[in-house]
């Protein structure tokens, strides 16, 4: 059984920074492509970023430049640093596991609230 526990939300300033984590359980960890999709009261959920296996990268045009993904494989980890952050990235963070064949998401973290305000 795979498990996705996200950690490192909370509260910071506009202009602040965050690192949230996201530890997988389970085996064969290096071999997916992993995603961080958020989700504001009254919104759809959107992909924020993705990071395959081999570290390939994407990001939402509303977090690049100031998001950025990563992962280690032998921390079973995936991490998502946010920087120059805004009210509006205000929403709860969820990591999720994509399939190995399609673009679907098999398996989701219980999300981690992030709230930007002053």
């Known amino acids: 059984q795979v498990q996705l526990v996200e950690s490192g939300g909370g509260l910071v300033q506009p202009g602040g920074s965050l690192r949230l984590s996201c530890a997988a359980s389970g085996d064969g960890f290096g071999i997916y492509t992993m995603a961080w999709y958020r989700q504001a009261p009254g919104k759809q959920r959107e992909l924020v970023a993705t990071v395959t296996n081999y570290g390939s990268t994407y990001y939402a045009n509303s977090v690049k430049g100031r998001f950025t993904i990563s992962r280690d494989n032998a921390k079973n980890t995936v991490y998502l640093q946010m920087n120059s952050l805004k009210p509006e990235d205000t929403a709860v963070y969820y990591c999720?596991?994509?399939?190995?064949?399609?673009?679907?998401?098999?398996?989701w973290g219980q999300g981690t609230q992030v709230t930007v305000s002053s």
């Open positions: 999720a596991r994509r399939k190995i064949t399609g673009t679907s998401y098999d398996y």
